[in-house]
């Protein structure tokens, strides 16, 4: 099968198209690194040349409500306008836990794009995931005061990207499927409790505080929203197996 994946070069994109080859499959990369904007189109037609399935994981940084919604809402577009010309049969695209439940700043956009694709004109399976264990990183760092590592208080169900680019890659040889089962990590924990283990890989000693960010995104991270429900599938790589992992890399 020839699978095009949208966001290959990102944290579950290298793994879809690792696995997807790995399984016999012909994986194309559409990012800019191979001459292909999703926001503008530019290359788009070309690319899905006898293209199969199209596995949507590209994503963007930012909190932001408004330039979370353009992106989402561009690159969406493009992409089902280009698989509805060439003819492609499933459009499968990677969402997150608990959208619906908490529309604001990044989630905003991914409860635009799961509008356009389940309206749109390409049979669909949209699989919803909880944050990746990468996450813990990500917010390490990004918010400090003084020796203080400030990091959102957050109960969290991390799973693995590869984890999670395998289940994607099961979905795309089975076909367009609709709204499958949610699918998260083997345990819940604090962001926090992460974000410190995290940062002792990397003999990082500063403190760590978790603070509960106001209105109602941050209850949505506290309260549960963000993890799995009954129902829901699970990954099998913890986190202390991730960052194991990540240690070795790194030594």
Do not use: C, N
């Not at 879809?16 to 499959?25: M, S």
């Not at 083997?186 to 990397?202: F, I, Q």
Request: charged share 20%; glycine share 14%.
């Amino acid at each position: 099968m020839r699978i095009a994946v949208a966001g290959g070069t990102g944290a579950v994109g290298t793994h879809v198209v690792e696995l997807a080859r790995e399984a016999g499959h012909d994986a194309v990369v559409l990012s800019r690194g191979t001459g292909i904007d999703l926001t503008t189109g530019a290359g788009l037609a070309e690319a899905l040349v006898g293209v199969e399935a199209v596995v949507d994981v590209a994503s963007t940084f930012t909190l932001d409500e408004q330039e979370s919604r353009t992106f989402f809402g561009e690159t969406t577009r493009r992409l089902l306008e280009a698989e509805a010309a060439a003819g492609i049969g499933h459009h499968l695209v990677l969402s997150i836990v608990g959208i619906d439940r908490a529309p604001h700043g990044y989630y905003a956009g991914k409860v635009l794009q799961e509008e356009l694709v389940t309206a749109g004109p390409v049979p669909w399976t949209v699989l919803r995931a909880t944050q990746f264990h990468e996450f813990a990183g990500q917010v390490h760092g990004s918010t400090t005061v003084g020796p203080l590592v400030l990091v959102p208080r957050m109960r969290s169900e991390t799973v693995a990207a590869r984890d999670v680019a395998a289940r994607l890659v099961e979905l795309a040889e089975a076909g367009p499927s609709g709204r499958v089962a949610d699918l998260g990590g083997p345990e819940t924990a604090w962001m926090a409790d992460l974000s410190r283990a995290w940062a002792r890989v990397r003999g990082d000693k500063r403190r760590v505080l978790g603070v509960p960010l106001p209105g109602k995104l941050g209850k949505a991270m506290r309260d549960g929203t963000l993890v799995t429900g009954p129902g829901a599938e699970h990954g099998t790589t913890t986190f202390a197996e991730w960052l194991q992992g990540q240690a070795v890399q790194r030594a």
